[in-house]
Structures are given as structure tokens and as C-alpha cells.
């Protein structure tokens, strides 16, 4: 049975329940009798999205060729589902030589055309089977993308499939690359339906992720995991070369957050379970750093040491989930030592990063999403 669904073009954006907008493009997304006209809007069903990715773009004069006359409100085009063939498509539509696919995909949404490219990757790459989590993926990438979140992640972990083989992928850029920022498990991970869970020893993720212009971090915690790390980075440096002496970076803790010098923190008031959001505001100043819980501001935090930018080309650590790492360096800025702290025994169902601030509604909606996921995947707490 092909696997299809209906878009219409909404000119106003209004709210149709069972149905989301992206721009004036508005997709079902709920078993709706679509020939009474939802909405006041007349809808086509896309193409077979079985093996194949889509994409589809609203047509204002209304006026696209159809087999019923030249009604047509929304134009669609189709690629087999291989990453080149969809980056060739998008090449073709835009006139203009897309570097990967997932750049192709967000030349398509800065540019007002849905595809079902991003969420379909993730799953073919990850092999999920399951209808529930296929729905759920979809649903959260349509959601982002809705809210202008998408294009701000530079990497996102829905941990859906139970393995760490599906857990390691990156929403954002499914490749099984480092390039990717596709995550690496070391140590006593346990993974299941609900997520990864640490063992408190020696269990961390390697992101790939260098953190020089991080802006917005984030996980969804199910478990208590006071004082242990959720995911962070931090550096030491030697002064001779012009390197930053002290440890800086960010460091998601389970209570708290460690803005800048390590040990230096302030409450947060983000006890577990939550979903928790930091997002830096401007470059520096004493309320720049805001932390959230469950999309409501609990604290901010001074972000004066939160620079993440050294001279003479430092190196600075990825980001990393599960603990701490800080690495050491001499003084022609190589590594000589890389420390592990605060490993965490928290059960993480959702990560995030991004070198881009959320206003404070963009974190609202975040939340929204997020804990929509988690219920969707019955494991909301």
C-alpha cells in the first residue's frame, strides 16, 4: 500500500486541526475526509513516498495543470530515496550546485519548499521499522522545521530504535560520518527504548561536535543525575602562546550549569526529570546565559568566561554527552592530557546543540515538541 499525504495551499496559515503549516504550505498529518474540504481548502494527495523522497511547493496563482483542469494549488517533485539522487532534484529545482543533501534540504526550507527528505533519511540510515517512532520522527522534524528550530540545531539525538547502532545517529545529518557529528559510545552505556542511560563510571558519547561558536544545548532527562554531567565541554590551556590558562566552556548538568570557570555554577533550579534547554543570548554579559526547564526560564547565568574563542588556533574539545572531558595542553597547544569527570547515570531520551540562541518562545516551542515526542513514544515522565 503507497505510502501518501495530502497538502493544500494556505495562503492565510490558519490552524486546521489535524493539520500543521510550514509557511503556506499545509500538510495532513490525521485521518481527515480531505474531499469535504478541510479548512475551506482544496487538497491533493503527494506522490508514493514509499522509496522515493518528495518534495512540494505551493503554487499562489492556483493554477498548477491537474487531471480535474489547471486547479492545482501545490506542485510536487520526487527523487529515488539515495542522497545523491535528491541533492541532483534539488540542484535541478534550484538552479544552484547543493554540496550534500542535507544542505539541499535546507537550501529547500530557507527557500519555502516541505520535503520529507530529513525525516526519512534519519530512518533509513537508523533502520527504523517501527510505525510508532517512524510517526514520531516525522512529526518532530515537520514540528522544528514549523517553528524555525530546524535550520538552528546543528545536531540533534532522538535515541529511537533501543540499540546504540540507531541511537548514534544525528537527526540533523543522518551520515554514519564523524563529519556528521554521529556519536561514538564508550564505556557502560545501556540502550533501550527509553534511551541511553549511563553507569556512573565510565560511559560518555562522542559528539564530533567543536564547540567554538555554540550557542544552545539541551537534554531530556528522565532520571534524578544531581551533580553529573549531561553532556558539555571544557579546556585548559597554557598562557605563554596567548592560550586561555583557565577551564572554559559549558557543562549541562543535572541541577545545575557551569557557564564558564568549572566549579564556578548557579543554581538553576532544574532538578530531574526535565527537559532542559541553555541558550546564550548575546556575547557576553551578566544575564546572558538563560537556563529553561520545560520551556519555562528557571535562572541565567553569567557569561563572562563562556567566550569559547582562544587565540593562536587552540583546540578546543567536542562536545561530549555523559560526562565531562577536559583536556590539557602545552604550550604549543597540543594535547597532552585528556581528563573524564561527572559521569552521569541519568537515562537520556533527547539531545541537542546548536550555534545558533533561541528566543525565549522558540525554547517554549522546543519543549512543546519534544515532550510531544516523548508521549508519542510512551516515555514522557
Not at 1 to 7: E, K, S, V, Y
Not at 48 to 57: P, R
Not at 84 to 94: E, R, T, W
Not at 121 to 130: C, M, P, R
Given at each position: 500500500?503507497?505510502?501518501?499525504?495530502?497538502?493544500s495551499?494556505?495562503?492565510?496559515?490558519?490552524?486546521?486541526?489535524?493539520?500543521?503549516?510550514?509557511?503556506?504550505?499545509?500538510?495532513?498529518?490525521?485521518?481527515?475526509?480531505?474531499?469535504?474540504?478541510?479548512?475551506?481548502?482544496t487538497?491533493?494527495?503527494?506522490?508514493?513516498?514509499?522509496?522515493?523522497?518528495?518534495?512540494?511547493?505551493?503554487?499562489?496563482?492556483?493554477?498548477?495543470?491537474?487531471?480535474?483542469?489547471?486547479?492545482?494549488?501545490?506542485?510536487?517533485?520526487?527523487s529515488?530515496?539515495?542522497d545523491?539522487?535528491?541533492?541532483?532534484?534539488?540542484?535541478?529545482?534550484?538552479g544552484?550546485?547543493?554540496?550534500?543533501a542535507?544542505?539541499?534540504?535546507?537550501?529547500?526550507?530557507?527557500?519555502?519548499?516541505?520535503?520529507n527528505?530529513?525525516?526519512?533519511?534519519?530512518?533509513?540510515?537508523?533502520?527504523?521499522?517501527?510505525t510508532?517512532?517512524?510517526?514520531?520522527?516525522?512529526?518532530?522534524?515537520?514540528?522544528?522545521?514549523?517553528?524555525?528550530i530546524?535550520?538552528?540545531?546543528?545536531?540533534?539525538?532522538?535515541?529511537?530504535?533501543?540499540?546504540?547502532?540507531?541511537?548514534?545517529?544525528?537527526?540533523?545529518?543522518?551520515?554514519?560520518?564523524i563529519?556528521?557529528?554521529?556519536?561514538?559510545?564508550?564505556?557502560?552505556?545501556?540502550?533501550?527504548?527509553?534511551?541511553?542511560?549511563?553507569?556512573?563510571?565510565?560511559?560518555?558519547?562522542?559528539?564530533?561536535?567543536f564547540?567554538?561558536?555554540?550557542?544552545?544545548?539541551?537534554?531530556?532527562n528522565r532520571?534524578?543525575a544531581?551533580?553529573?554531567?549531561?553532556?558539555?565541554?571544557?579546556?585548559?590551556?597554557?598562557?605563554?602562546?596567548?592560550?586561555?590558562?583557565?577551564?572554559?566552556?559549558?557543562?549541562?548538568?543535572?541541577?545545575?550549569?557551569?557557564?564558564?570557570?568549572?566549579?564556578?555554577t548557579?543554581?538553576?533550579?532544574?532538578?530531574?526529570?526535565?527537559?532542559?534547554?541553555?541558550?546564550?543570548?548575546?556575547?557576553?554579559?551578566?544575564?546572558?546565559?538563560?537556563?529553561?526547564?520545560?520551556?519555562?526560564?528557571?535562572?541565567?547565568?553569567?557569561?563572562?568566561?563562556?567566550?569559547?574563542?582562544?587565540?593562536?588556533?587552540?583546540?578546543?574539545?567536542?562536545?561530549?554527552?555523559?560526562?565531562?572531558?577536559?583536556?590539557?595542553?602545552?604550550?604549543?597547544?597540543?594535547?597532552?592530557?585528556?581528563?573524564?569527570?561527572d559521569?552521569?547515570?541519568?537515562?537520556?531520551?533527547?539531545?541537542?546543540?546548536?550555534d545558533?540562541?533561541l528566543?525565549?518562545?522558540?525554547?517554549?516551542?522546543?519543549?512543546?515538541?519534544?515532550?510531544?515526542?516523548?508521549?508519542?513514544?510512551?516515555?514522557?515522565?
Open positions: 500500500m503507497a505510502t501518501t499525504r495530502p497538502f495551499y494556505n495562503p492565510l496559515q490558519s490552524t486546521i486541526t489535524g493539520t500543521t503549516n510550514l509557511g503556506t504550505i499545509c500538510i495532513g498529518v490525521s485521518d481527515l475526509d480531505y474531499a469535504t474540504s478541510p479548512g475551506g481548502l487538497w491533493w494527495m503527494g506522490p508514493d513516498e514509499d522509496n522515493s523522497y518528495v518534495v512540494c511547493k505551493e503554487v499562489t496563482a492556483q493554477n498548477f495543470p491537474t487531471p480535474l483542469g489547471n486547479i492545482g494549488n501545490v506542485q510536487f517533485w520526487r529515488t530515496n539515495t545523491l539522487a535528491f541533492k541532483d532534484l534539488v540542484s535541478i529545482i534550484s544552484t550546485t547543493q554540496a550534500s542535507s544542505a539541499a534540504s535546507d537550501w529547500l526550507l530557507l527557500n519555502g519548499y516541505w520535503t527528505y530529513d525525516a526519512q533519511a534519519f530512518i533509513n540510515a537508523a533502520s527504523i521499522t517501527n510508532t517512532q517512524k510517526t514520531a520522527i516525522d512529526t518532530l522534524v515537520n514540528g522544528l522545521k514549523a517553528d524555525s530546524w535550520t538552528k540545531m546543528k545536531a540533534i539525538y532522538p535515541f529511537v530504535g533501543g540499540t546504540a547502532s540507531t541511537h548514534k545517529f544525528n537527526l540533523k545529518d543522518p551520515r554514519d560520518l563529519a556528521a557529528y554521529r556519536l561514538t559510545f564508550s564505556g557502560g552505556w545501556t540502550h533501550n527504548s527509553n534511551g541511553i542511560t549511563g553507569n556512573g563510571t565510565n560511559s560518555f558519547a562522542e559528539s564530533y561536535y564547540p567554538i561558536t555554540i550557542n544552545t544545548i539541551g537534554a531530556y532520571t534524578a544531581t551533580n553529573q554531567t549531561l553532556l558539555g565541554a571544557t579546556f585548559t590551556g597554557v598562557d605563554n602562546d596567548g592560550f586561555q590558562t583557565n577551564p572554559i566552556g559549558l557543562v549541562l548538568r543535572g541541577n545545575s550549569v557551569s557557564p564558564g570557570y568549572i566549579g564556578t548557579f543554581s538553576a533550579g532544574i532538578p530531574a526529570p526535565a527537559a532542559i534547554t541553555v541558550s546564550r543570548t548575546a556575547a557576553d554579559g551578566a544575564t546572558a546565559i538563560k537556563v529553561y526547564r520545560n520551556g519555562t526560564q528557571n535562572s541565567t547565568g553569567n557569561n563572562s568566561e563562556w567566550q569559547l574563542l582562544v587565540t593562536n588556533g587552540a583546540y578546543v574539545p567536542s562536545m561530549i554527552i555523559g560526562a565531562r572531558r577536559q583536556d590539557d595542553y602545552d604550550y604549543d597547544g597540543f594535547v597532552i592530557a585528556s581528563n573524564y569527570y559521569y552521569t547515570t541519568a537515562n537520556i531520551a533527547f539531545s541537542f546543540m546548536g545558533t540562541a528566543t525565549a518562545t522558540e525554547v517554549t516551542n522546543l519543549n512543546t515538541r519534544i515532550q510531544a515526542f516523548q508521549t508519542t513514544l510512551n516515555r514522557q515522565v
